[in-house]
């Protein structure tokens, strides 16, 4: 059975950080890709990032351009857990992110993994609340 545990997260003022982590068990592909999305009360849920693991092309990664140059994702070592660390927060950061997973990995558009699919993510987090207080 497919488990995503999420850890991190919190409050901080604009322009602090933050790291989320999500852990990831049960997958038996050999490749796979982890998001990051978040969703405010009363919106859609929006992607964030995502990143391409296992074997063969691992660590190709995808942005929301809202994100961009602020937030990274990455493969913490050669297990299967993902961090995403936040930088430059800004007050509309704040929303309840969730990490979700699907495999095997999808190649559209020029991109793996891409967030703005979010129907490709098949398995879910619970979610950890970000707050970003200006």
């Known amino acids: 059975q497919v488990q995503l545990v999420e850890s991190g997260g919190g409050s901080v003022q604009a322009g602090g950080s933050l790291r989320l982590s999500c852990a990831a068990s049960?997958?038996?592909?050999?490749?796979?890709?982890m998001g990051w999305f978040r969703q405010v009360p009363g919106k859609e849920r929006e992607g964030v990032a995502g990143?391409?693991?296992?074997?063969?092309?691992?660590?190709?990664?995808y942005y929301a351009d809202s994100v961009k140059g602020r937030f990274t994702i990455s493969q913490r070592n050669a297990d299967y857990t993902v961090t995403l660390q936040m930088n430059s927060l800004k007050s509309e950061d704040t929303a309840m992110y969730y990490c979700?997973?699907?495999?095997?990995?999808?190649?559209?558009?020029?991109?793996?993994?891409?967030?703005?699919?979010?129907?490709?993510?098949?398995?879910w987090g619970q979610g950890t609340q970000v707050t970003v207080s200006s």
């Open positions: 990143i391409r693991i296992g074997s063969a092309g691992s660590g190709r990664t």
């Open positions: 049960g997958y038996t592909y050999s490749s796979y890709c």
């Open positions: 979700a997973a699907y495999g095997p990995p999808v190649w559209v558009g020029g991109s793996w993994c891409r967030t703005d699919l979010t129907y490709n993510y098949k398995d």
